[in-house]
């Protein structure tokens, strides 16, 4: 019809019943037409378990630690009074202080170990510290300050020596604790060169020793200030008096921390873990002679 060709069907050469149906219209295989293998019956479903009756146990929820309690408040109360007494005085009232360093070792702090652990990022910075310094003493300055990752220091003013030590050893200056540790390394570099420490290449045992005992005492003298002399040293109006408050107290810390050092030394042959808890026990006797000192300024006529 019209003008399209129409459709000539199936070529001669197509057999009529094609070769992939069988003779019932079933498929086959293209192996000469042999019929495809019967597929084998699937095997019955395991049975599913019943539900157990009633409800199921639920087992109960572990034990949880017990929150630490909170420490009294006023803890520092009778400290902070006795402190405010001596920055009043403009530093002259060394009982006063006496009262008030003893009291907050012995009660707000609850005794010399427990004021030191109070402490755990300053003497872990400090025993770090410790460790690099050691190092140092004997012309290996490079070698010391690779083991920070500092080499590239080596032969710079100490200043930034120290200042690149601080940011390896200390954590940032977030919390407290941790702000605390920082500012003591600060007080430390400042007094460097005062204390006759200018070149990290050529350090003695003796340098070491006294940029420990720095590192310590500021440390504390922070600590101490944070908790009970808040303010405190702004109080007086004369600048004069202000650094006589500041001097008598870190006198007083001074002195304890040097005792401690000389009860503790460390070396270059001693590990870091030696360094650590040599560290740690010079805090606990430098709050410990801390108290005694303070103690004894009470008693004194």
């Known amino acids: 019809m ?9 070529g001669g050469g197509s057999p009529l019943i094609p070769s992939w149906l069988s003779d019932d219209g079933g498929p086959v295989s293209p192996d000469e037409g042999a019929p495809l293998p019967v597929p084998t019956p699937a095997q019955p479903p395991l049975p599913v378990p ?12 572990p034990a949880l630690a017990p929150l630490p309690t909170g420490g009294d408040p006023q803890r520092f109360k009778t400290a902070r009074n006795n402190f405010s007494r001596f920055v009043a005085s403009g530093g002259q009232n060394r009982r006063s202080l006496g ?19 109070r402490m755990a990022p300053s003497r872990h910075s400090t025993a770090r510290l410790a460790n690099v310094l050691s190092q140092a003493v004997g012309g290996n300055a490079q070698e010391a300050l690779r083991t920070l990752g500092l080499e590239k220091l080596a032969g710079s003013p100490i200043e930034e020596i120290f200042l690149g030590i601080m940011e390896a050893v ?29 070149d990290f290449n050529s350090l003695t045992v003796e340098q070491v020793q006294t940029i420990l005992e ?5 440390a504390i003298e922070a600590r101490i200030c944070n908790d009970i002399g808040a303010n405190a040293v702004s109080l007086p109006a004369n600048p004069a008096e202000a650094a006589q408050v500041q001097e008598v107290l870190y006198e007083f810390i001074e002195r304890s921390v040097s005792d ?11 590990t870091q873990d030696q360094i650590s808890k040599t560290i740690d026990s010079v805090y606990e006797q ?16």
């Open 50 to 61: 019943a539900p157990p009756a009633g409800p199921v146990p639920v087992p109960p929820a």
């Open 99 to 117: 009262r008030a360093l003893s009291g907050y070792v012995s009660r707000s702090s609850g005794g010399s170990r427990s004021a030191a652990q």
């Open 286 to 301: 430098s709050f410990s002679i801390l108290q005694s000192m303070a103690e004894a300024e009470v008693d004194k006529q």
């Open 214 to 218: 720095l590192n310590v005492a500021h």
């Open 170 to 198: 200390c954590s940032p200056g977030g919390a407290i604790d941790e702000s605390i540790a920082r500012d003591a390394f600060v007080e430390t570099i400042a007094e460097l060169a005062e204390n006759g420490i200018t």
């Open 260 to 270: 401690a050092l000389a009860n503790n030394s460390t070396g270059p042959t001693m």
């Open 2 to 10: 019209g003008t399209s060709n129409s459709y000539g069907g199936s």
